[in-house]
């Protein structure tokens, strides 16, 4: 055989395209190898370059965390990146952008009004963009910006840290976006009340989870009919009389899965007796060896609950929480001080449980899941048994 045949040859055969798409969707753009290989793919051919853009600007995401703000390369990829936007054919791809800034130290270097003017000059070509996170660690975040993105992008997530739902522009860019699925916003500071304004709840149609700061409670006057889920953070119970929280708690009562995360009282009954149609709870107090009173439940319509317990048992606490309440069928126990979850079936230890990271799970319908497989449970037990 002659060295000529047994060379590579010059041009790659010509591959159909949905092969070619089947091999570069192999590529996991999170991995650095993999990211280095796409870029370069980029330079190939014009075929492989189109094919290429999509991985790699499908998920955009900056991260600074524990590192001084003029070494970290963050702030030049997102000048960067908004230089060049008008004329990056890659950004219409983009699915899911984030910016999180974690700043760990007593800076005055970082300019937060030059991350929202950028953030502006790449909102406006997002155009396909659903998933938005922003989150400046101790900085209130500007809506403003989020204004300029395409009327036309299906946004279906957005959260935003240190922004309060009082804010003027927030409220003028979710009157507008009545795709949205998913809003979680967490306050910087309570704003006057002078500064308040009902939420026009009318644009929000399809909202299914809403994760907010307890004190905006107050901006929503009228009920979310689409809402399956919500989060409260940092509600304080102690400093309200029941009353008091059962009248912000109403437009919310046709819920069936609430968090009540960084809770800071031990009683949960008021909140409990909003919601009469509450199916799956989840309770993460401020302080996890904190005791929560949960006799309120007895008389609630709970399948699932997710708790933390500094009971020297868990089993214990489970079986007890599984006798009090009937229409309890899994409950999720998070010990403390190990901090390991275990899952109780009626009446049986089932076994530890681990949760998905992912930053969108719907944590309910996971627990739904749970709830099902359960009830599947007890009816195989109850037949083997007679």
């Known amino acids: 055989m002659t060295p000529a045949q047994n060379s590579i040859p010059a041009t790659l055969p010509e591959l159909p395209l949905e092969v070619l798409?089947?091999?570069?969707?192999?590529?996991?753009?999170?991995?650095?190898?993999?990211?280095?290989?796409?870029?370069?793919?980029?330079?190939?051919?014009?075929?492989?370059?189109?094919?290429?853009?999509?991985?790699?600007?499908?998920?955009?995401?900056?991260?600074?965390?524990?590192?001084?703000?003029?070494?970290?390369?963050?702030?030049?990829?997102?000048?960067?990146?908004?230089?060049?936007?008008?004329?990056?054919?890659?950004?219409?791809?983009?699915?899911?952008f984030s910016c999180i800034l974690v700043h760990n130290y007593a800076d005055s270097t970082v300019s937060y009004d030059k991350i929202d003017?950028?953030?502006?000059?790449?909102?406006?070509?997002?155009?396909?963009?659903?998933?938005?996170?922003?989150?400046?660690?101790?900085?209130?975040?500007?809506?403003?910006?989020?204004?300029?993105?395409?009327?036309?992008?299906?946004?279906?997530?957005?959260?935003?840290?240190?922004?309060?739902?009082?804010?003027?522009?927030l409220q003028a860019f979710l009157a507008s976006r009545p795709t949205l699925k998913w809003l979680d916003v967490s306050a910087h500071e309570d704003p006057p009340l002078s500064e308040r304004s009902a939420l026009v709840v009318s644009a929000l149609l399809h909202l299914l989870s809403l994760s907010i700061d307890a004190r905006d409670i107050v901006v929503f006057e009228h009920p979310l009919a689409s809402l399956?889920?919500?989060?409260?953070?940092?509600?304080?119970?102690?400093?309200?009389?029941?009353?008091?929280?059962?009248?912000?708690?109403?437009p919310f009562a046709s819920i069936t899965a609430c968090r009540l995360s960084s809770l800071r009282s031990i009683d949960i009954s008021p909140v409990v007796s909003s919601f009469p149609h509450l199916e799956y709870l989840w309770v993460h107090p401020e302080i996890p060896k904190q005791d929560i009173d949960y006799s309120a439940l007895s008389s609630?319509?709970?399948?699932?609950?997710?708790?933390?317990?500094?009971?020297?048992?868990?089993?214990?606490?489970?079986?007890?929480?599984?006798?009090?309440?009937?229409?309890?069928?899994?409950?999720?126990?998070?010990?403390v001080p190990i901090y390991q979850t275990m899952r109780m079936y009626k009446p049986d230890y089932h076994g530890p449980v681990f949760y998905e990271s992912d930053e969108w799970s719907r944590w309910w319908e996971h627990a739904g899941r749970a709830v099902e497989l359960a009830s599947r449970f007890e009816i195989v037990k109850s037949s083997s048994s007679a």
């Open 21 to 96: 798409s089947a091999i570069i969707n192999e590529f996991d753009p999170d991995k650095h190898e993999d990211r280095q290989t796409l870029r370069s793919l980029l330079f190939a051919c014009r075929k492989l370059y189109l094919l290429a853009l999509r991985p790699l600007y499908q998920d955009i995401s900056f991260s600074q965390e524990g590192y001084e703000w003029d070494e970290h390369p963050f702030r030049h990829e997102l000048a960067s990146l908004a230089r060049d936007a008008k004329t990056n054919p890659g950004l219409k791809y983009t699915a899911s």
């Open 117 to 169: 003017g950028l953030i502006g000059d790449i909102a406006p070509f997002l155009i396909n963009v659903r998933r938005i996170i922003i989150s400046l660690e101790s900085c209130p975040i500007n809506a403003l910006p989020l204004q300029s993105l395409p009327s036309s992008a299906p946004i279906s997530h957005l959260k935003l840290s240190e922004c309060s739902l009082t804010c003027k522009h």
């Open 228 to 250: 399956v889920n919500i989060d409260l953070c940092g509600y304080d119970m102690m400093a309200l009389d029941p009353p008091r929280i059962v009248s912000d708690m109403a």
């Open 300 to 335: 609630a319509k709970l399948k699932y609950l997710r708790c933390y317990s500094a009971h020297p048992s868990a089993r214990a606490f489970g079986r007890m929480m599984l006798d009090t309440v009937k229409t309890l069928l899994v409950i999720d126990i998070t010990t």
